[in-house]
C-alpha cells in the first residue's frame, strides 16, 4: 500500500483519534484500558453495554446501550467512533467478535483493536498448527481487514498478574497450597506483560497521529502498525525468576514450596486431554506449555521504546499479581 500523507486527506480529515468505543469496559482488561484513556484525556470515551446493564461505568465515560441481536444498535452506536477496542470474555458467544466488526465496517470506524490479547501467534504457523483455537482468533482479526478497515493488534503474550495468580495451569504456581510446576526445569523464559502495561500501550497508541503530515514527517503515527500485532513486555522471565520475586516479598525460601517438574511436550498434551474432556482450562495449560517450549519461542522484541513505555519494577508487579490471587481465591 503507497504511503499516505495527512495533507493528500479530503476536506475535513481530522489526524488524530478523538473518540474511541470499547466493549468490555468494566471487564479485567477493558476496565485497565478505560482508565488509561480517561487518564490520558485526549479522546471522548464511549461503553458499548448490553440494554438493560447494571454496570457502573467510569466517570466520563458515555454509555451507548446496544442489543446484540439488533445490529442497527451496533451501527448507531459506533457512528462517528475513531477506533474501536473490543475486549470480550471466553464465555462471549462465538460470532460476537464477528456482529461488532461487521457492525464497525458498516458505521466507518477505522481502526479496530480486535480481541486477540496474548501469544504472538501471528508468525508462527506450529502455534497455530498445536493449539487450533487460536486459527479461530486470527479468522476474527483477518477478517476486520477484509471488511476495509485496520487492525491493530496489541500483543503482549501473557498477562503476569493473571498468570502468575490464576492457578497452576498458567505459570505452575498455587498460591493457596504452596505447590509449583515448572516447565522442564523452570529456566526457560518467556516475554510477559502486566496489565496497567497493557493500559499504558492502547492509550500511546491512540494519542499517536493518524498519518505522517507530509514527506518530511518521520514521526511515528498509527498508519506504521495498520494490519500488524504491536509487540508489547513488561518483563522477560523464567518460571525460576517468578518464583525468586515471591519469596523474596512473601519472606520465603523454596523449602515452603512443593515444587515438581513436568516436560512441556507431556503437559502440553495432558492440557488437550482436560480440554476434550471438558476442563476449559486444560486449553490455557496446552497454550502456555507449548509458548514455554523453547522451540516455540516466547520471547519476541517489542515496541515499548516506539510507544514510550517505561521499565516496571518486577516486584511491585509480583505482589499486585499475589493481591489479585488471593482475592481470586476469597470469591
Not at 486527506?9 to 489526524?15: S, V
Not at 446484540?68 to 462465538?94: H, R, W
Not at 492502547?202 to 500485532?229: G, I, M, W, Y
Request: net charge negative; with cysteine.
Amino acid at each position: 500500500m503507497a504511503l499516505q500523507y495527512a495533507k493528500d486527506q479530503p476536506e475535513g480529515f481530522i489526524n488524530s483519534i478523538t473518540n474511541v468505543a470499547i466493549v468490555g469496559a468494566t471487564g479485567q482488561i477493558g476496565k485497565v484500558f478505560t482508565e488509561h484513556l480517561l487518564k490520558s484525556g485526549k479522546q471522548t470515551v464511549t461503553a458499548l453495554t448490553r440494554s438493560g446493564s447494571e454496570a457502573t461505568l467510569p466517570y466520563g465515560v458515555k454509555n451507548a446501550p446496544i442489543d446484540y441481536n439488533d445490529e442497527a444498535t451496533l451501527i448507531a452506536a459506533l457512528k462517528g467512533q475513531d477506533f474501536l477496542v473490543i475486549t470480550l470474555a471466553l464465555s462471549a458467544p462465538p460470532d460476537t467478535h464477528s456482529k461488532l466488526v461487521r457492525a464497525a465496517a458498516m458505521a466507518g470506524v477505522p481502526y479496530i483493536m480486535p480481541n486477540a490479547y496474548g501469544t504472538d501467534f501471528y508468525g508462527k504457523p506450529k502455534l497455530l498448527d498445536d493449539i487450533p483455537a487460536l486459527k479461530f482468533i486470527l479468522a476474527n482479526v483477518k477478517e476486520i481487514e477484509e471488511l476495509g478497515a485496520s487492525w491493530i493488534g496489541l500483543t503482549p503474550n501473557f498477562w503476569y498478574e493473571y498468570s502468575l495468580g490464576v492457578g497452576p495451569f498458567t505459570y505452575g504456581f498455587d498460591f493457596p497450597n504452596r505447590t509449583a510446576t515448572f516447565y522442564d526445569q523452570g529456566t526457560t523464559k518467556i516475554n510477559t506483560t502486566t496489565w496497567p502495561q497493557c493500559g499504558r500501550a492502547l492509550a500511546a497508541l491512540v494519542n499517536l497521529k493518524r498519518l505522517p503530515e507530509d514527506e518530511k514527517d518521520h514521526s511515528v503515527t498509527l498508519a506504521q502498525f495498520c494490519n500488524q500485532p504491536v509487540y508489547i513486555s513488561s518483563f522477560t522471565l523464567s518460571q525460576r525468576e517468578m518464583l525468586d520475586s515471591i519469596n523474596k516479598l512473601l519472606n520465603r525460601t523454596d523449602d515452603d514450596w512443593k515444587i515438581s517438574y513436568q516436560p512441556t511436550d507431556e503437559r502440553f498434551k495432558e492440557g488437550l486431554e482436560e480440554l476434550a474432556n471438558g476442563n476449559g482450562a486444560g486449553f490455557l495449560k496446552a497454550l502456555y506449555a507449548r509458548v514455554f517450549d523453547s522451540a516455540s519461542g516466547g520471547i519476541f522484541e517489542t515496541h515499548n521504546d516506539v510507544l514510550g513505555l517505561p521499565k516496571e519494577d518486577l516486584d511491585e508487579a509480583t505482589l499486585a499479581a499475589h493481591h489479585w490471587a488471593i482475592a481470586q481465591a476469597k470469591k
